[in-house]
């Protein structure tokens, strides 16, 4: 299939020619004719699927077809979870519409000054790509108005929502025309985005995209054994002190001991926090949002509380408590490795726990590759019905000699990585920022 087979306007198609792509990818063959038709979608899609094109284009092509009456208001609204992102999708914008020499574009996000935007909102604009809380600013403070809006394109719906922007969203929303066109873009369509959506949308096209198995990050699964909790807290330590590590989630079996690492790990000065069903709905996004700011760089957590918890910085996840049931492990461990990034999984076992670590290799086909840290070794131990291994594992065999960790399969030297210790939460601050925490005006 061609970009040509898709309908859009040539002045489209010379700047993709511009831009050296030959065939459209999956989510744009399917969404570009259905935008072009009219139809509002529901499309769960990742990072690296070609989507920011996949509404672009379509949106840039309505604009072509019709141009405002003198006096008109932005005719398309792109709203996304955070600045940098409204800042890609605004050049994606203005490289797809490169040739339209009318286009006018602006960008409203947070940490940004605000009266300089209010200034460009004054000339004519047609597309406004922007974070919620800063266009509601802007909407309050009548610097715009969104009464001419036909499309109105959600990016990152479930972020958004992660971040507490739902009744942001809801507002500028209710400021738009009901008869505008809505396009939901979000890495599940289930739970809370799927109520917003049926909300916003009407007979929506539903497009759904498997990440293709080449662009899922690789995530490399480690197995450390330890001797007793005192080690397996050594072991810890020494793992958010690793270089490489940019933020982590650490698993924990309960509430109390997810609350109790918090604090243990707060006073060795990490930047930890808990994550557990047992806090409040605002503490729970607070929590999440500071791990989106880099804020957090340890966020120990609960299964059910992390599920789904999708931050590109989680480098690491570590099971403390490996989990009690085979599929929570998938779960766990799809925490890191987003948006096509590499992560690394380790599961720290103690002597009670090598009943889970088989069932979970058994669960998964994958076998763990066992590591251990140069000095913190776990003590020799004699083989038993309850041996750390079954036979064949990559690591040495249980009883064989040197504890059940392999000689030589060490890991990364402790010191550097992510400790709070000398200050290594601020080191954060380039990661992607929500504009939360720094809402202009309105504070
Ligand atoms: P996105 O999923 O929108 O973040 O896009 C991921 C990357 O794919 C971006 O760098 C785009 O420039 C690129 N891209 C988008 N559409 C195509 C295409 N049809 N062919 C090749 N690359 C593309």
């Given at each position: 299939m061609t970009f040509q087979s898709l309908g859009l306007a040539e002045e489209l198609l010379k700047a993709i020619e511009q831009t050296g792509y030959t065939t459209p990818t999956p989510v744009q063959m399917q969404a570009i004719p259905a935008v072009i038709g009219g139809s509002d979608l529901l499309v769960s899609s990742?990072?690296?699927?070609?989507k920011t094109a996949a509404f672009t284009l379509p949106a840039l092509h309505k604009l072509i077809d019709r141009r405002p009456s003198p006096g008109a208001g932005p005719r398309v609204l792109v709203l996304t979870p955070t600045r940098e992102l409204a800042q890609q999708v605004e050049k994606a914008v203005q490289t797809y519409g490169k040739s339209l020499r009318w286009l006018n574009t602006a960008c409203l996000v947070g940490g940004a000054p605000f009266f300089a935007q209010a200034k460009q909102l004054q000339r004519p604009v047609d597309v406004v790509v922007a974070t919620p809380g800063r266009l509601l600013d802007h909407l309050n403070r009548r610097k715009l108005k969104l009464s001419d809006i036909e499309v109105l394109i959600l990016d990152e719906a479930d972020r958004m929502l992660d971040m507490g922007f739902a009744e942001d969203i809801d507002a500028i929303v209710a400021a738009t025309p009901a008869k505008r066109q809505t396009l939901l873009f979000s890495a599940t369509l289930e739970g809370v985005v799927g109520a917003m959506a049926e909300r916003m949308t009407r007979n929506p096209l539903r497009i759904e995209i498997e990440v293709a198995k080449e662009n899922r990050g690789q995530i490399e699964q480690r197995l450390m054994f330890a001797d007793d909790m005192g080690h397996k807290s050594r072991l810890l330590e020494a793992l958010l002190a690793t270089d490489g590590l940019q933020q982590a989630v650490v698993f924990t079996a309960t509430k109390k001991s997810a609350d109790e690492l918090s604090l243990s790990l707060q006073e060795k000065g990490f930047a930890a926090a808990a994550l557990h069903g047992d806090m409040h709905q605002t503490q729970r996004t607070r929590t999440l949002d500071r791990l989106r700011q880099g804020r957090i760089g340890v966020l120990v957590a609960t299964d059910v509380a992390a599920r789904g918890i999708d931050v590109a910085g989680i480098s690491h996840v570590i099971n403390f408590d490996p989990p009690r049931q085979a599929e929570d492990y998938v779960h766990r461990i799809g925490r890191t490795g987003r948006a096509g990034r590499d992560g690394v999984a380790i599961t720290l076992s103690g002597p009670r726990e090598t009943g889970l670590i088989r069932a979970i290799e058994r669960f998964t086909g994958d076998r763990l590759e066992v590591h251990t840290i140069p000095g913190m070794e776990p003590a020799p131990r004699r083989p038993g019905p309850s041996g750390p291994r079954p036979a064949g594992g990559n690591g040495r065999r249980f009883g064989s000699g040197g504890g059940y960790g392999r000689p030589g399969g060490a890991d990364r030297r402790p010191g550097g990585g992510f400790g709070g210790r000398d200050g290594h939460a601020s080191a954060r601050g380039d990661r992607s920022h929500g504009d939360r925490r720094e809402r202009g005006p309105r504070g």
């Open positions: 990742h990072t690296g699927s070609g």
